[in-house]
């Protein structure tokens, strides 16, 4: 039986309070689906990755790794005079080769690291800086373009989709989803018609933020523990309907109309092949400065570190001897180097 749906946007118990599934019970519904692949797009992080990676290989099933980032137009800015988050907009990222992924690994951090403001965020420079590999979606109800052509802004709307052709190629698709959100179908329009005026592909996505019907109960109370100050707007979008739904209803029963979109998900599955070799130490690439190697680039930082110390050592100790120190370091540069661990110090 020919391949019929992959699902792209996935989320897990990584999503953190925002959605139910464990990692392991997407895959096992996933094999009881005989879906060949799938995603995993937790928001603004990459937690689950590994466990995903290693669960769905063991299953048999072709891992997508991902992420849904959260967007801003500056990561350092902040406004503190709200009481609540903002629902920022967000784009769904797959990696699709070992550069994506170490792409998505980047993106992630300065999420943390440097954006986050109530959600770990990133800007378009960022973005586009690490662009390379990664394979753009719009994520729907709160995606960047949807949230300017649900407020009226279709000249901006029209300028950020042309934004993301032009930085992804024709590796960014536009969503289509059918999740029975009021105003959804209305939308999908729109993102259809400026799909084709731009020549963007469509994909269709049904945002699984459970396994089955019967947990939206569960994932609403879930929503009241969530930490005071979250908008509820942000969690309008998802309904009884965004569960991981069976691939043939995917693509006959909601999407038989739009069959490009269905054929999508299978190719964008197929793009996607990031193989991560376990087992491996996974160490920094250092860009040594010119003539320089690895080697005599860390040799060169060693020693004047110990200059920059030398003045300290003798203070503490004025018997200290110069040639001891570098002996000592040499020793400990060539073990270093001897190890293979030049690229880590």
Request: hydrophobic share 40%; with cysteine.
């Amino acid at each position: 039986m020919p391949v019929s749906f992959v699902h792209l946007q996935v989320h897990s118990e990584y999503s953190l309070l925002s959605a139910l599934p464990t990692v392991r019970e997407l895959v096992a519904q996933a094999a009881r689906l005989r879906l060949p692949a799938l995603a995993l797009t937790d928001f603004g992080n990459l937690f689950g990755a590994i466990e995903f990676y290693t669960e769905a290989m063991r299953a048999g099933i072709k891992p997508i790794l991902g992420m849904e980032a959260y967007l801003c137009a500056d990561h350092t800015a902040k406004d503190p005079s709200g009481s609540r988050a903002p629902v920022y907009p967000r784009v769904v990222l797959l990696a699709r080769n070992m550069r994506g992924w170490k792409n998505l690994i980047r993106l992630s951090s300065l999420g943390y690291l440097e954006g986050f403001y109530w959600r770990p965020r990133i800007d378009h420079a960022q973005l586009a800086a690490h662009a390379d590999g990664l394979v753009a979606i719009t994520s729907g109800w709160h995606g960047e373009i949807e949230q300017l052509i649900r407020a009226g802004r279709t000249s901006e709307a029209e300028a950020r989709a042309r934004w993301y052709r032009e930085v992804f190629g024709s590796r960014f698709f536009i969503a289509v989803q059918r999740t029975g959100v009021e105003g959804q179908e209305e939308l999908n329009e729109r993102m259809v018609e400026l799909a084709r005026r731009h020549d963007i592909p469509l994909v269709a996505t049904n945002d699984v933020h459970m396994l089955h019907p019967s947990d939206y109960e569960i994932y609403r109370t879930m929503l009241r523990i969530q930490p005071a100050g979250r908008s509820d707007e942000e969690t309008v979008n998802v309904t009884e309907e965004c569960f991981l739904r069976a691939p043939e209803i995917m693509a006959e029963d909601l999407f038989g109309d739009l069959p490009e979109a269905v054929a999508n998900t299978v190719a964008i599955a197929r793009m996607c092949n990031v193989d991560l070799p376990f087992g491996q130490y996974q160490l920094p690439e250092v860009e040594p400065p010119e003539g320089l190697t690895q080697e005599d680039y860390l040799r060169r930082l060693a020693y004047e570190g110990l200059d920059a110390r030398w003045p300290e050592i003798t203070a503490r100790n004025p018997k200290a001897k110069r040639a001891d120190y570098e002996q000592r370091l040499d020793f400990e540069l060539a073990t270093i180097a001897r190890m293979g661990y030049v690229g880590y110090f």
